[in-house]
């Protein structure tokens, strides 16, 4: 859900004034009671991400939380935010999962990153807690530098689910990790048509339809990968094939526009 945008071209801000829907306001307030009574003043601000900011999540949804901490955190911190994230799981039975990214002030506020944290902050988050950096940036306009930073890390997480599929011994892990690395890879893949659409979609569907315009070639992996979000069970092999040679693919995609622009 966005405000109207400030003027043509530039992209508008999630809406901070609409009500959260109603199943997820008591998680979002534990949430940031147990992330306080953690970190306390090394807490800057806190960010709700995902379906559940833009208030089109369905009964059940991940909570996706951006924490922006005064400085970086020790293993003990870690240690007890995993606690918090198992707590916040159990307690509710709106909430599927519970992701935390972690990221100091530093790196959200330097120059060098504002086409990532910047961009992220103003246009795909909603400050629940704390001084809302979003004040501190511009709105932006749809770029190549926007979609490339956006997904920079795309080999480091693939690597990290990649791992965690190998590793899984239950169905709902494996499906867990299959439907993260999917998302990304879609999103991913709209983020290389972005800036010719001049347009930033959260919806996956529509993701998709604008990637199968340019790249109709792909559609068959496009379809896989929704396959993988309908959390039906694949074996480990198909599903790691397809995040390897899709994910090089959206890379090395990537690494060429990059140098038709650059």
């Known amino acids: 859900m966005y405000k109207a945008k400030p003027r043509s071209g530039l992209l508008a801000e999630i809406d901070r004034n609409a009500p959260l829907q109603t199943e997820y306001v008591e998680p979002i307030a ?7 009574g953690v970190l306390g003043d090394t807490l800057h601000s806190l960010y709700l991400t995902g379906d559940v900011a833009q208030r089109c999540a369905g009964e059940r949804a991940d909570l996706s939380l951006t924490l922006v901490t005064t400085r970086a955190l020790n293993v003990q911190e870690f240690t007890s935010l995993n606690t918090v994230r198992w707590r916040l799981e159990q307690s509710s039975d709106a909430v599927k999962r519970v992701e935390f990214d972690v990221v100091p ?6 120059l ?9 902050i103003k246009h795909c988050a909603l400050c629940i807690r704390g001084d809302n950096l979003a ?18 890390d795309l080999g480091v997480k693939l690597k990290e689910l990649r791992k965690k599929i190998a590793v899984a011994t239950k169905w709902g892990a494996q499906l867990d990790a299959s439907e993260d690395a999917a998302k990304r890879l879609i999103r991913a893949a709209f983020g290389l048509v972005a800036y010719k659409e001049n347009r930033w979609e959260q919806d996956l569907n529509i993701c998709a339809e604008y ?6 070639d792909k559609s068959v992996e496009m379809e896989r990968l929704f396959y993988l979000i309908e959390r039906k069970p694949v074996k480990k092999r198909a599903v790691v094939a397809l995040m390897d040679s899709f994910g090089q693919w959206v890379q090395s995609e990537y690494a060429s526009i990059d140098r038709k622009i650059g």
Do not use: C, L
């Not at 534990?30 to 306080?36: L, P």
């Not at 004040?135 to 920079?152: L, Q």
């Not at 990637?211 to 109709?216: A, S, W």
């Open 30 to 36: 534990a949430s940031v009671r147990q992330i306080r």
């Open 211 to 216: 990637f199968n315009k340019h790249y109709p």
């Open 112 to 120: 060098a990153n504002i086409f990532r944290w910047g961009f992220f």
């Open 105 to 110: 002030f530093k790196e959200v506020t330097t």
């Open 135 to 152: 004040d501190s940036f511009g709105h932006f306009e749809v770029s190549w530098e926007v979609s490339k930073a956006m997904n920079e």
